[in-house]
């Protein structure tokens, strides 16, 4: 018993610090994976990194709104989304649209391959 104590332990204090593919999925499960992977194929993105800004600006959920207002799984402002919906031809654009989850990485990812060409990838 204390052996196989000592083992797992050792399995999770190796997860811990190298933190292998396996360990990654497993403690940061990709939510929302069809959207993720099939915008940032669109906009020409990492998918772990557009994963990796949702879930440091919502945890994926989904319906968060912050203090200043930002909207969704990418935390976009109204304003932002507005913008971005009228450049790419959304004509009605609605704050409460930004609670879909398809819509909400689209602009969002649409925003950050703007901001990544700025900026430099």
Excluded: C
């Excluded at 204390?2 to 940061?28: E, K």
């Excluded at 994976?33 to 600006?57: C, M, S």
């Excluded at 507005?82 to 649409?110: H, M, W």
């Amino acid at each position: 018993m204390v052996v196989l104590l000592a083992v797992a332990g050792g399995v999770f204090a190796y997860a811990q610090t190298s933190m292998p593919g396996w360990y990654a999925r497993l403690r940061y499960p990709l939510e929302y994976e069809h959207i993720v992977t099939g915008h940032a194929k669109n906009y020409d993105l990492d998918p772990a990194l557009l994963a990796a800004v949702i879930y440091r600006e919502s945890k994926f959920d989904a319906d968060a709104v912050s203090d200043s207002g930002a909207v969704g799984l990418m935390q976009l402002l109204p304003e932002t989304a507005k913008g971005i919906a009228q450049y790419t031809g959304g004509a009605k654009f609605r704050v409460d649209d930004l609670y879909d989850p398809e819509l909400n990485v689209r602009y969002g990812s649409f925003y950050l391959r703007r901001l990544l060409r700025k900026y430099g990838d």
